[in-house]
Nanobody
Framework: QVQLVESGGGLVQPGGSLRLSCAAS????????MGWYRQPPGKQRESVAA???????NYEDSVNGRFTISRDNAKKMVYLQMNSLISEDTAVYYC?????????WGQGTQVTVSS
């Protein structure tokens, strides 16, 4: 069983920055593909960023150049650095792990971008 816990969300003004963290428990973390998804209010969950076990990354067009996903396999942590935040980034952000057999989700952390 893999458990994921997100943290670091909060209220930030437009143009500001936040760093989200995802702490993983269980074995095999270094083999998992990891990602961040978000669900804006009233909308479907959407992919934000992904990172393979080897460190290759992919980003949604809307966040490319502003967000950076990274991982620390020794600490079993995944991060999402969010810069130049805009109101459209407001959402609940979820950490995702893909073991190759199953997909696991964290509980989510709220990010609100507002003046």
């Amino acid at each position: 069983q893999v458990q994921l816990v997100e943290s670091g969300g909060g209220l930030v003004q437009p143009g500001g920055s936040l760093r989200l963290s995802c702490a993983a428990s269980g074995t095999g973390f270094s083999l998992y593909a990891m990602g961040w998804y978000r669900q804006p209010p009233g909308k479907q969950r959407e992919s934000v960023a992904a990172i393979t076990r080897d460190g290759s990354t992919n980003y949604e067009d809307s966040v490319n150049g502003r967000f950076t996903i990274s991982r620390d396999n020794a600490k079993k942590m995944v991060y999402l650095q969010m810069n130049s935040l805009i109101s459209e980034d407001t959402a609940v952000y979820y950490c995702k792990a893909n073991s190759g057999l199953r997909v696991y989700w964290g509980q989510g952390t709220q990010v609100t971008v507002s003046s």
